[in-house]
């Protein structure tokens, strides 16, 4: 059973910078896409960021520039760079598990940015 453990989370001040982490359990961590999505009060789950297998990696537009979505295979970890933080950035955060149509999911790190 691979489980996810998000961290990182915390209440920041706008153009400030946050990491998150995602731990995976198991040993087929380097074969899954992991990705970090987020759902802000009142709005659907949204895909923030996503890197395959191969280390190729795609961004939503609101991120591109600020975020960056890197992993470490020998740590079976999944990380989120967030820079230049804004308030609109503020939703729960859920790291993504993805292979061969299967997801799994974290219980997700609260992410606030405001002054």
């Known amino acids: 059973q691979v489980q996810l453990v998000e961290s990182g989370g915390d209440m920041v001040q706008p153009g400030g910078s946050l990491r998150l982490s995602c731990k995976v359990s198991?040993?087929?961590?380097?074969?899954?896409?992991m990705g970090w999505y987020r759902q802000a009060p009142g709005k659907e789950r949204e895909m923030v960021a996503r890197?395959?297998?191969?280390?190729?990696?795609n961004y939503a537009d609101s991120v591109k520039g600020r975020f960056t979505i890197s992993r470490d295979n020998t740590k079976n970890t999944a990380y989120l760079q967030m820079n230049s933080l804004k308030p609109e950035d503020t939703a729960v955060y859920y790291c993504?598990?993805?292979?061969?149509?299967?997801?799994?999911w974290g219980q997700g790190t609260q992410v606030s940015v405001s002054s």
């Open positions: 890197i395959s297998r191969l280390f190729s990696t």
């Open positions: 198991g040993n087929h961590f380097a074969i899954f896409t």
């Open positions: 993504n598990a993805h292979l061969e149509g299967r997801d799994v």
